[in-house]
């Protein structure tokens, strides 16, 4: 499903990613670990056409997301969703108006919205506090409406960038669990992580990054820096 | 689907509009002052043509004949004045009228009333001639002292030829200057609103660029990322024009209450009723149009990721 080609990334003062190369089949639950700085988020960059690399190329199935039509991105974006450490919600909108902005994008009718935003957040847990702002929730609850909004298209991946980064211990485990259920009904997963206790506990494969290189690819792998 | 769309996009940027309050409130503030601006530009622009019109309707050549001047000739002289084209337009006012014009003015005064009675009509009849243009009036009076030259007799029917020449050209100078002054004053002052317009709208926008690059990120193509910023430029041109008009009005009151002494003629009030829907049409468009660009100009500079 996706699939890294001798990527490299070059920023002014730093070299972020060397040489990388790897794939994640459908399904996979793939967990990256490594330092500050190791590349991590780079390579979730690239994934998400938010940077291109410097020499190599990334492939979406069979799309190649550097060479797809600036046009075309959105199209691409809708196909994955995306989870961030600092939950990136719109500020202005509710919790329902966030998760409902999603599909406003996809071009879903107001029917289709209507009935899933609801289904989405009650799957999350916060099917009472859909008429909240952001800015009344704590991170824990932010999390999951961040992550409703990233299912709620059904994209083929889901991407998640240190989601645990922000929360209590508690808080995050019920994030991991969600992602865990997620990945059970087919969605592709990549997350990176510093926790190493959640990587221990998901026995998944994982991806250690070192100074931009790949250092190892452990198929159920633990945490091992 | 257009449709929908369209109306998805007129919602959020409506709601953001309300949710932004204080960003809101301060674009307003600002587009409303420019365009304050501009209409106080269109009435003072108003004010000075009128003015300039009034002064230039009071401006004129006028020839009085000696008392036993044969009508005859005065008719021909007028004819030929008539037929000149720098002429707009040659006024007879006869002995009798010239009298009745003189007394009308000095009715109070019994002394002048009473000599009167006792050396009947000593005015001349008199013909008042109005220029095309004030800058030919050289033309007029050069034709008329030809004519009224002692080699071709007509001293011997002219009395005397007027011409207010230098106080017209003094006063015709001050309002052409005070209207390039004014013009350029309300350009600089038109162009830094616009600035502080763009500004603001900008300074809206890049506060949002966080939320701009998060709609990018859940796949929202251009038409929702910048669709309710444009919307949201429209709502504030439409809301500050109602505010520039609305504050316009005590304005032109108090030009006019100001400006009572100089021109009794010119009021720009009754100027700013009678011409309310210009006024409204041109301050609407304006803050549309600014508006439309200033967010444009904003979601193109921020709006990329």
Redesign the interface.
Known sequence: MIYFDKVTKVYPNAKALEDVTFTVESGEFVSIVGHSGAGKTTLLKMILAEDKPSAGQVFFDSINIHKTNRRDIPRLRRRIGSVFQDFRLLPNKTAYENIAFTMVAAGRSDEEIALDVPHALELVGLGDKKWNFPSELSGGERQRVAIARAIINQPDLLIADEPTGNLDPIAASEIIEIFKKINEIGTTIILTTHNKKIIDSLGRRVLTLDQGHIARDDKDGQYVI | ?FW??TK?IFKFGL??FW??GLVSFASVMSMSFTLFVVGGLFLANNFMNSALDEVKSKVDVSISFKTDAPGGDIEALKNELALLSEVKEVIYSSRESELANFRERHKDNEILMQSLDEVGNPFGARLNILAVDPDQYDVITRFVENKTSPELGGDQIIDQVSYKKNVVDKLLRLIETSQKVSFGISFVLALLAILVVFNTVSLAIYTSR??I?????????NF?VKGPFVIEGIVSGVLSSFIALVALYPAAIWVRDLTAGVYGGVNLVSFYTANFGKIFLILLLTGVILGLIASFWATRRYAK?
């Not at chain 2, 690059?213 to 193509?221: D, E, I």
């Open positions: 689907m929908i769309n998805r709601v953001n949710r932004n966080e939320e690059s998060v709609m990018r990120l859940v796949g929202a193509g929702y990721v």
